[in-house]
Antibody, heavy 123, light 110 residues
Framework: EVQLVQSGAEVKKPGATVKISCKVS????????MHWVQQAPGKGLEWMGL????????IYAEKFQGRVTITADTSTDTAYMELSSLRSEDTAVYYC????????????????WGQGTMVTVSS | QSALTQPASVSGSPGQSITISCTGT?????????VSWYQQHPGKAPKLMIY???NRPSGVSNRFSGSKSGNTASLTISGLQAEDEADYYC??????????FGTGTKVTVL
């Protein structure tokens, strides 16, 4: 069974950095891009960026450029999303998402999602 | 880059058909056949309903269909059922090699 299992909820102070993990199983990690999506409470989905696990190439949304770092560890089949200089507006659920049935292109839709990780930023 | 534009809410009675629009630009929706649609129930992760404008993943009801004309994509739900009540988001690949979600539409079954 294809699965993405994310790390647990985090509480951080403003200005801190959070790093969330996304462990994959059931498919070859390096075959498909891994994306990260933010959803603030009561708000919509916002695409943050992607990583190609095969070579570590990343593309980030302009909104998060400079504050987000997405990486992939092929030794553990785990993707990571690190967000720095946290502010209250970063309080949100963060999802990793990918496909296990696509073409291996960044245009693939997201048919596999992690369970989400809640990050709360509060002083 | 601004989110794709969707109506905030759409409603219909059981059995009826509804259509949700998703308007972008020639740099995203209009420029590529990589539009997808996601259903999200409260407290749950999104679920892929349509990919590449009009394709349904295995297991998704054929009551869901997608189309595109110019810079606007559409999701139609026919034979509306109570379980279809959820939030729906479109997404498109863009000319910047990024993905862009829509503003989201709350579907209410009356």
């Amino acid at each position: 069974e294809v699965q993405l299992v994310q790390s647990g909820a985090e509480v951080k102070k403003p200005g801190a950095t959070v790093k969330i993990s996304c462990k994959v199983s059931g498919y070859t990690f390096t075959d498909y891009y891994m994306h990260w999506v933010q959803q603030a409470p009561g708000k919509g989905l916002e695409w943050m960026g992607l990583v190609d696990p095969e070579d570590g190439e990343t593309i980030y949304a302009e909104k998060f450029q400079g504050r987000v770092t997405i990486t992939a560890d092929t030794s553990t089949d785990t993707a990571y999303m690190e967000l720095s200089s946290l502010r209250s507006e970063d309080t949100a659920v963060y999802y990793c998402a990918t496909t296990a049935y696509g073409s291996g292109s960044p245009t693939d839709a997201f048919d596999i999602w992690g369970q989400g990780t809640m990050v709360t930023v509060s002083s | 880059q601004s989110a794709l534009t969707q109506p905030a809410s759409v409603s219909g009675s059981p059995g009826q058909s509804i259509t949700i629009s998703c308007t972008g630009t020639s740099s995203d929706v209009g420029g590529y056949n990589y539009v997808s649609w996601y259903q999200q129930h409260p407290g749950k992760a999104p679920k892929l309903m349509i990919y590449e404008v009009s394709n349904r993943p295995s297991g998704v009801s054929n009551r869901f269909s997608g189309s595109k004309s110019g810079n606007t994509a559409s999701l139609t739900i026919s034979g509306l059922q109570a379980e279809d009540e959820a939030d729906y988001y479109c997404s498109s690949y863009t000319s910047s090699s990024t993905s862009l979600f829509g503003t989201g539409t709350k579907v209410t079954v009356l």
